[in-house]
């Protein structure tokens, strides 16, 4: 069966809901922080060369650039597809490359022609070094996009706050392009301080932010739930991070190759308006806003939005109520994951699991096509005591 006959069965069963398997990304630069619900055993499953598995992708049709090493599909989502007895993989990428409008929307497929964004779980016990993601104009220099993300630190993913719950966002108001520079030219020299002319902000879950691409970041210790644009590229502006080296060459990551060695572009590649705005948390601080909650409590449940600062993705978190079963409607296709319960969801059983193999199919992600959303997708709460939590991911409105 070919993989366009596979998406339309697995729609028809899936009342347009696509169950999808975990997709698991290592970084060699990271230190995993554990709270991402996998086996402890399976942190290095891939091999201690390839780094920890410290991110979990979700509906992603983008391929992670991990370097040389990078296995085929890395990075990219599976559907599980129950051809008779047997469970059947193929990718969300194949699927929505065939039936285009049919899973996100004709709007949505004729304005991007892909699925234009994905989330993920980056969970590391230190923080990130300061880094950057290239505008649209820089990235396109090297055949990709610009990224834009956001971050939301869920509570039930929380439980430790990591070893550096802070993260330094932009540069401080008055830095000059001489002291970026500065840092930048003494990259290979040991610590080169860029955080000294930063700003750190203490993190609180249940929180999150905004960045737009062109902001240098260095991300704290608690275990995040990102959306983004679909691409993945980055540079990193710092040398020396929790006392672990990093390379050169990913100072120079998705540059173009002739300009390699030149401070200068460096310099182009960030946005010196949002790094140096001085309403930098007015600006890009995100506190969950409530859609209606006084109307949908009687209902049986309650809706956030918790990252809508973008025009490229939004996100909401939703609970339903203990007992309650709720028909939920959204104006486009969107990617979910489990935070806490278990219950129904259309025709599938769906589980927060407590504790992940690696290559161990789950029941707690889905992709919802964009007739489904509209038309209502029905949730019902097998539990008398725990609510469902669900994150839901959306593309840029059409």
Known sequence: MGVKAMAEKALEQG???LRLAPTWVPRVFCVPGRRIRLHPDDYYALGMNRG??????FSSTTPADNGPLTSEN???SLIVFEDGAKEEKFLLKDAIDELKGDIIGEALWKKSQRWPMYSKFFDNMGPLPHHIHHRDEHAALVGQLGKPEAYYFPTQMNNHPGDFGYTFFGLEPGTTKDQVKECLR????GDNKITNISKAYRLEPGTGWNIPAGV?????????YETQKASDVFAMYQSLVNNQVIPEELLWKNCPEEKIGDLDYLLEVIDWEKNLDPNFVETNFMRPQPLDEKETVKEGYRECLICYKSDEFSAK??????GKTVTIKDDGAYGMIMMQGHGKMGPWDIETPSLIRYGQLTHDEYFVAEAAAREGVSIMNLSATDPIVMLKHFGPAA
Do not use: M, Q, Y
């Open 15 to 17: 009342k347009g809901i």
């Open 52 to 57: 920890g598995l410290d991110e979990r992708w």
């Open 74 to 76: 890395e990075g990219l």
């Open 186 to 189: 003494n990259f290979a020299k």
């Open 216 to 224: 240098l970041h260095a991300p704290g210790s608690l275990c995040t």
């Open 317 to 322: 978190e939703l609970t339903v109520l203990p």
